[in-house]
């Protein structure tokens, strides 16, 4: 039987803090499933979900403190396999783009859950727009919507609400 874990890491960001973590889930005979890093601020940030025999799990959540001597600080989550299969829902993929300012997350995110739409992946991005050198607030997702919410609903919510946010907002399905 397996074991599926969610380990959180961060850690200040240099050369070797991936190999020190797959390193450690190999020699449990962990397989790395999914996993979301990036630089932000200096520091390394990730998520990955991996899987290992259920005998070695235990194992390996006690050795995982030991990364801080690798200058990274790790946190775990025992997760149900079951659930950690890939979501085989239709997805949505959403792309906004508009002048930064605060709360484009929060009102974008409140609109797709009052219609019980699931993130699964947001990346977002602040840059300088190309010729004003403003910041320009950018934003890519995948999204789960419920079976009896259609793609048209979905859109025409975030319309209405670009408006508002003056925002540029594309989406389509992802199938």
């Given at each position: 039987?397996?074991?599926?874990?969610?380990?959180?890491?961060?850690?200040?960001?240099?050369?070797?803090?991936?190999?020190?973590?797959?390193?450690l889930?190999?020699?449990?005979?962990?397989?790395?499933?999914?996993?979301?890093?990036?630089?932000?601020?200096?520091?390394?940030?990730g998520?990955?979900?991996?899987?290992?025999p259920?005998?070695?799990?235990?194992?390996?959540?006690?050795?995982?403190?030991?990364?801080?001597?690798?200058?990274l600080?790790?946190?775990?989550?025992?997760?149900?396999?079951?659930?950690?299969?890939?979501?085989?829902?239709?997805?949505?993929?959403?792309?906004?783009?508009?002048?930064?300012?605060?709360?484009?997350?929060?009102?974008?995110?409140?609109?797709l859950?009052?219609?019980?739409?699931?993130?699964?992946?947001l990346?977002?991005?602040?840059?300088?727009?190309p010729?004003?050198?403003?910041?320009?607030?950018?934003?890519?997702?995948?999204?789960?919507?419920?079976?009896?919410?259609?793609?048209?609903?979905?859109?025409?919510?975030?319309?209405?609400?670009?408006?508002?946010?003056?925002?540029?907002?594309?989406?389509?399905?992802?199938?």
């Amino acid at each position: 039987m397996a074991r599926a874990l969610v380990l959180t890491v961060i850690g200040e960001d240099r050369p070797g803090l991936v190999e020190a973590l797959a390193d450690l889930v190999a020699s449990h005979e962990g397989s790395w499933d999914e996993s979301r890093m990036a630089r932000l601020a200096g520091h390394f940030a990730g998520v990955v979900q991996v899987h290992l025999p259920d005998e070695r799990a235990d194992a390996l959540i006690e050795a995982l403190p030991g990364l801080a001597d690798r200058g990274l600080s790790v946190s775990v989550v025992d997760s149900d396999w079951s659930l950690a299969s890939v979501d085989h829902r239709r997805s949505i993929r959403l792309e906004l783009v508009g002048q930064d300012r605060p709360g484009i997350v929060r009102e974008i995110s409140g609109a797709l859950a009052s219609l019980g739409v699931s993130v699964q992946d947001l990346r977002t991005v602040v840059e300088s727009a190309p010729m004003s050198g403003e910041p320009l607030f950018r934003a890519e997702a995948e999204l789960a919507p419920p079976e009896d919410v259609a793609l048209e609903r979905i859109r025409d919510a975030l319309e209405r609400l670009a408006d508002e946010l003056m925002v540029d907002v594309s989406l389509e399905a992802a199938d």
